[in-house]
């Protein structure tokens, strides 16, 4: 595939879909003030594994959660972007604080889970008798992540995106897309050939635009779902132009077509990596 040297990492909520998928489902079953009662008391992610206790204590099924799943909103643009992204040979990736059960019924459902190589994110499984529970990526009870930024307990975007990169080869070009507080310790991990796509004016926009001088990759931002796609398409083809470039030039081709600046630099550092 022609972009087999991009890698597309995504958050969940609030970025392929348009809310919080956890808060969507607590207020669409009639649990939100339960919900606000229990958060002040301990963790979200505890909190969201007790809520699925009480849900199906008072008689709510695993159907019945993942039909609410399967109408959560999303912006029409977002389908098309994440097919095209992937057609185009890009891997796609998800980092998110939700959780397995509930990214995977809403992936499956828009016809999107074959598109993924890999979810990272809380596990959330059904048990034996029938219940949704919610785990911790991170057992935060036994040990902790140890960063400083602005993550969750139980998450650290910045230590799984590291750990991604270590099993990336050199060539690969990261595009990471998030909007939350949890994202800003990961884009702090994208090197200077990456992209990053903050979604303006949410929380991790706010955090970068304190100090732009923190992040090394290239910021482009976007506002809604048309954006989304307007910009992903937009970053991919021109990684993709310039690769065309690269390998004309490689080839003694280059006489069919201008190399341009950033072209020649790009291949001062492929051929550093491959000597």
């Not at 602005?150 to 990169?165: A, F, H, S, W, Y």
Request: charged letters at 25%.
């Amino acid at each position: 595939m022609a972009g087999n040297t991009i890698i597309a990492v995504f958050d969940f909520d609030k970025t392929i879909i348009d809310v919080d998928s956890d808060n969507w489902v607590i207020d669409e079953l009639g649990f939100t003030d339960l919900f606000n009662k229990l958060l002040p008391t301990m963790p979200w992610n505890s909190v969201m594994d007790k809520m699925m206790m009480e849900i199906h204590a008072q008689g709510k099924t695993i159907e019945d959660i993942s039909a609410v799943l399967r109408r959560i909103p999303i912006h029409p643009r977002i389908v098309p972007a994440i097919k095209e992204a992937r057609a185009l040979g890009c891997e796609l990736r998800i980092l998110s604080d939700a959780n397995t059960f509930f990214i995977e019924v809403i992936l499956e459902h828009l016809g999107l889970r074959e598109c993924f190589s890999e979810i990272n994110t809380n596990p959330g499984f059904v048990d034996e008798e029938g219940r949704l529970r919610i785990s911790p990526y991170v057992d935060f009870n036994n040990c902790s992540h140890g960063c400083p930024n602005p993550c969750p307990p139980n998450m650290c975007k910045g230590v799984i995106l590291e750990r991604i990169q270590a099993s990336l080869g050199a060539e690969k070009i990261m595009i990471y897309l998030g909007d939350g507080l949890g994202d800003y310790c990961s884009s702090l991990r994208l090197k200077e050939k990456d992209y990053l796509m903050p979604r303006k004016d949410f929380p991790v926009w706010n955090l970068i635009c304190d100090n732009t001088m923190l992040i090394k990759a290239k910021i482009e931002e976007w506002a809604d779902g048309a954006d989304l796609e307007r910009v992903l398409l937009q970053i991919i083809n021109k990684i993709l132009s310039r690769e065309k470039q690269v390998a004309a030039l490689l080839s003694g081709d280059y006489k069919l077509q201008p190399i341009s600046m950033s072209a020649q630099e790009n291949l001062i550092r492929v051929l550093s990596v491959t000597q």
